[in-house]
């Protein structure tokens, strides 16, 4: 009987290390980025604009993505169907804030390929 329960302990043990090595591995990394409301004077319309900050600081380029999705957030002029927009583009909302006289900004992020 000790056998058998040596023999499972040493199958088991294989198993069990090898599952926490490759969960260490998969550490997610995300790109950030915050949506605002932005426009001109006057009679302007107002839209939305994102800022991916100034380095991507990742292999995985994202410069092509971020201008096509800048220029798509230019036709939303509400900031529901901008979020449902950027959520379909495979970005997470992540925090909402609201600074007086500033523009409300959000902050979302997307998981990228390591």
Known sequence: ???KKLLLLFWLLP???FAQSDSIKT???Y???RIYLTGGVMFSKNYYKADFGK???SAYSLDAEFKKLNEQLASF???IDALNFMDMQGWEFVDYTSVRDAPNTDLLRKRIPE
């Open 55 to 57: 380095k991507t600081g």
């Open 1 to 3: 009987m000790k056998m």
């Open 27 to 29: 550490k997610p990394h």
């Open 77 to 79: 002029d509400n900031e």
């Open 15 to 17: 198993v069990a290390a």
């Open 31 to 33: 790109v950030y980025c």
